[in-house]
């Protein structure tokens, strides 16, 4: 059975940047409302939140539980120390 003109047809096509831009900026918006989803319903406490950013160093996601007044993190995901230790292992 010849399989070569069923793979050509199965090939992606090139999304364009400017839809893959777009995409993006619906996923960010979609992250932000569940986000406030879930801290208006006080899961993580009264004084609690969840919130994402940036590593600056490593430039991944993380995610944080912070404390609403004081703005202090209570927990990380990932942990800081693994971020650290991915970064060290990168510089050998």
């Known amino acids: 059975m010849d399989t070569k003109t069923i793979e050509k047809v199965a090939l992606p096509l090139p999304v364009p940047d400017y839809q893959v831009e777009q995409q993006q900026a619906t996923e960010r918006r979609e992250l932000v409302k569940a986000i406030k989803a ?20 490593t430039r991944r996601p993380l995610m944080r539980i912070v404390d609403r007044q004081t703005r202090e993190v209570i927990r990380q995901l990932p942990p800081e120390y693994t971020l650290r230790l991915a970064e060290e292992m990168r510089s050998r």
Do not use: H, M, S
């Open 38 to 57: 879930i801290n208006a319903t006080k899961f993580f406490g009264e004084n609690y939140e969840l919130t994402f950013v940036l590593d600056r160093e």
